[in-house]
């Protein structure tokens, strides 16, 4: 009778412990695998109103947390203290995917995704405050692609948030209209802050140091919609010097390591009151999509604009950088225009410009690249020419653009 | 667990189920009784809200004996060319109340009405060993009579689409490892197994049943209503032969003249897309084929990979809008190093045959449902655009 009530207990093990043991597939503990089940029916089950809170401590996951719903919050007890890692993720790519309006989500960290740390794809009224991600092995080529992400929203704040170690960019926001980034932090990231093909953002009094490139506002082809109208102060865009480390082909494999703030094929950009600093390529960069490698007629949509338009640029504190560039042709140009031991003026323009709508030799008025920055100086590359003729003369850029009007979000909580 | 402790589990297991059996037997006998005067099975139940435990509540597909059985008025059907699951094989069926009708498009899902039921079940024919399960494309032993024969096939999921009041919903299933019934798995589950081909050759991968929210990664074909919508039953998919109890015949044709379907037009004059595995179609078709099923309920201008402007979907002209020499704009690492989506002529170049060749979250296309590569879909594609003309140039 002993030995069979022995027996029971272990044919109860058997039976019961099948799906809930140990050994999860993926390495998750017992307790882990637990928590993911609870927080992802938390997630299932959200609806307007709902908060989801996530508890203090480093939570192992193993699959990507999806949200469809609108007007749901999601936050943490502080972005030290509340962390999701996705270190053993095998279902994703991405760590928290959100499909919803009036989303809220604060206070918590992302950690190690296989792909993008927070996606949000096509939400309104989107609130991202106090959320870090990071890849904590440091830059890498397998690092996830971009860290905050919203895509094709509208009415997006990001602010006092960070990303470290994307292998695109940091925070990225594309294809998207009312827009800003404030008070963030991006550091180890191939491109800190991306703006692209986005219609009136501000990004400012964010710190971007230690990426490719700090700031970057481009306008990539056959998206849904050309930006325009964005607006870059009062941040601090320095010491943006770490090698490339994107996979070739990435939208920023393209950006030299040393580039402050980078414009690219985009239209109508102020920058002004920014403190840019020893970026070894050059502190500001303006191009035309023609200085990426990407360039080919059957792939380009034939009426995507590749030339940067109405580029205004005044009143930044530019100190030290242009003196180390990236890549064999710049460093060549430097040093025959400016010595082994030069460098770079402040403001590096590849030369394209569209040729077909000039005025006297001149972009139109309101189409052209004006500075108003004191003693910095433009370096005009002679890019379509293989920087045969560079020029540094500033004539051509002494002129003023009509201000940019601030973003405006709908009042939020 | 060591195959001796697997062992040991099993013969347990198979010594309790004997108990239960001996303290059953009153019960079954009733049960054989009521079942010699019914005759009938219980009808499929339609559950307008909620979501029921069990699979076998809904009387769609159950277990009788060694098989697995279809419930009166449930439809079997195939697809042209299916999406790729970790080489799973699929049970698809459909059911539709009684009196109803699902309306006909050319290109998009057929209007289904309220109640209709549909259930993709995935298993795998089995191969020897604790979590080893065949990589074959040979179907033809896996029913017995119009039920899938259970002592030749493990039951691995089954997931329905149910169409209700406020729309469709998706309900994940996963079958127990007595092959008794299959338990809701709202948030999704994980399994071991391990493929065994023919050749002798093994991989161990996991198997990763979507939870709920990743149904919807895919069945959510339109970003802006964010509703749900079934993939395979579209005419295009459907448009073929199943081998039914009577005798082969159409899909449309049997779904119309059983009442399932109104407003279709001759098989023959609806849109049929390729058998990806019929070499003797052409290339090109099988190729579309292919990836308008497996990529383009996200890669089409309302799904949510519409971001990416590269689309999949069957009208999408062979141009940059399919990724000839397109740059790929969030790819991040999925790039493999390479310029363009597609480099005509050059499948080595190309992100598309690279991003199927990978098994890694962050790398792989598509992003969730396999956790294998598919090779031969792999082989398919390259070939395609190793025949593809023209150039990336300037």
């Given amino acids: ?413 | 667990m060591s195959p001796t402790l697997a062992r040991i589990g099993r013969a347990l297991r198979a010594a309790v189920a004997l108990v239960l059996l001996a303290g059953a037997v009153g019960a079954a006998a009733a049960m054989v009784f009521l079942a010699a005067c019914a005759r009938a099975p219980a009808p499929v139940r339609f559950f307008p809200e909620g979501r029921p435990q069990h699979l076998s509540e809904w009387h769609v597909l159950a277990r009788q004996g060694a098989r697995l059985e279809l419930n009166d008025r449930v439809v079997p059907y195939d697809l042209n060319t299916p999406l790729f699951s970790d080489y799973a094989h699929k049970l698809r069926t459909v059911w539709l109340p009684p009196g109803t009708t699902a309306r006909y498009s050319a290109t998009d899902p057929f209007d289904f009405p309220v109640g209709t039921i549909i259930s993709k079940t995935f298993y795998y024919p089995r191969a020897a060993g604790a979590g080893a399960v065949a990589r074959s494309y040979d179907f033809s032993r896996d029913f017995s009579g119009p039920g899938l024969d259970l002592a030749r096939v493990r039951l691995i999921e089954t997931r329905l689409l149910v169409r209700r009041q406020e729309g469709w919903v998706a309900l994940p299933y996963v079958w127990n490892a007595a092959q008794t019934d299959a338990e809701l798995a709202r948030t999704g589950d994980e399994l071991p197994l391990e493929l065994v081909s023919a050749d002798g050759g093994h991989e161990s991968f996991t198997y990763v049943v979507p939870n709920e929210n990743q149904c919807a990664g895919c069945h959510v074909t339109n970003l802006k209503t964010r509703s749900i919508a079934p993939i395979g039953l579209k005419a295009r998919h459907v448009n073929r032969d199943y081998a039914y109890p009577g005798g082969r015949e159409n899909q449309l044709d049997y779904l119309t003249r059983l009442g399932y379907l109104s407003g279709a037009p001759p098989a023959a004059d609806a849109p049929r897309n390729a058998n990806w595995l019929d070499d003797t179609q052409p290339l090109e078709a099988r190729a579309r084929a292919y990836l308008d099923v497996n990529c383009g309920h996200c890669h089409s201008p309302t799904g949510p990979a519409n971001t990416t402007s590269l689309t999949f979907d069957t009208g999408t002209p062979v141009d940059r809008h399919l990724g000839l020499c397109k740059p790929p704009v969030a790819a991040g690492r999925g790039t493999g190093d390479h310029l363009f989506d597609i480099v005509p002529g050059h499948p080595e170049a190309s992100i598309l045959p690279f991003r199927m060749a990978s098994r890694e979250p962050g790398v792989m296309m598509p992003e969730q449902g396999r956790g294998t590569v598919h090779r031969e879909g792999v082989a398919l594609i390259s070939a395609w655009i190793a025949a593809l003309p023209g150039a990336c140039s300037p």
């Fill in chain 1, 1 to 413: 009778m002993r030995q069979f009530g022995v027996v029971c207990v272990c044919v109860c093990v058997a039976a019961c412990g099948q799906r809930n043991t140990a050994t999860h597939p993926t390495g998750l503990s017992a307790d882990e695998a637990a928590f993911q089940k609870r927080l992802q029916e938390q997630f299932l089950d959200a609806k307007p109103g709902t908060v989801i809170e996530i508890p203090p401590g480093r939570h192992a996951l193993d699959r990507v947390l999806t949200l469809r719903a609108n007007g749901v919050t999601i936050r943490g007890a502080g972005a030290d203290k509340s962390i999701l890692s996705f270190k053993n993720e095998i279902s994703g790519p991405e760590g928290l995917l959100v499909y919803g309006n009036d989303f809220t989500i604060a206070n918590l960290s992302i950690e190690d995704t296989k792909g993008d740390g927070l996606k949000i794809n096509d939400g309104e009224n989107i609130t991202i405050r106090g959320v870090r991600v990071a890849w904590t092995a440091g830059p890498q080529t397998t690092n996830g692609a971009y860290g905050i992400y919203p895509v094709r929203s509208r009415n997006v704040l990001i602010e006092n948030s960070a990303s470290y170690g994307a292998s695109d960019a940091g925070i990225y926001v594309g294809q998207s209209l009312n827009v800003i980034v404030r008070h963030c932090h991006a550091e180890q990231n191939v491109a800190g802050i991306e703006i692209e093909n986005t219609i009136n953002a501000d990004v400012h009094d964010n710190e971007a140091v230690g990426n490719t490139g700090g700031i970057l506002v481009f306008n990539m082809p056959n998206l849904s919609q050309p930006g325009h109208s964005t607006r870059v102060f009062k941040n601090t865009v320095k010491a943006n010097n770490l090698g490339n480390f994107a996979a070739k082909g990435a939208a920023v494999a393209s950006v030299p390591a040393g580039s402050g703030v980078v414009v690219n094929s985009n239209s109508k950009v102020e920058i002004f009151d920014n403190d840019i600093g020893n970026n070894q390529t050059a502190n500001l960069i303006i191009s035309a999509y023609f200085s990426t490698n990407y360039y080919n007629k059957p792939g380009i949509d034939p009426h995507y604009d590749p030339y940067p338009r109405a580029i205004y640029v005044y009143d930044n504190r530019f100190a030290g950088g242009g003196d180390s560039p990236d890549g064999l042709e710049l460093k060549t140009l430097k040093v025959a225009m400016f010595g082994i031991n030069g460098h770079f003026p402040d403001i590096l323009w590849d030369g394209y410009r569209d040729e077909k709508n000039l005025v006297n030799g001149i972009p139109p008025a309101a189409e052209r690249i004006c500075v108003n920055n004191g003693a910095a100086t433009v370096l005009n590359a002679d890019g379509p020419h293989k920087y045969k003729n560079p020029t540094t003369d500033m004539a051509p850029y002494r002129c003023e653009l009509p201000k940019l009007a601030p973003v405006e979000l709908p009042a939020r909580t």
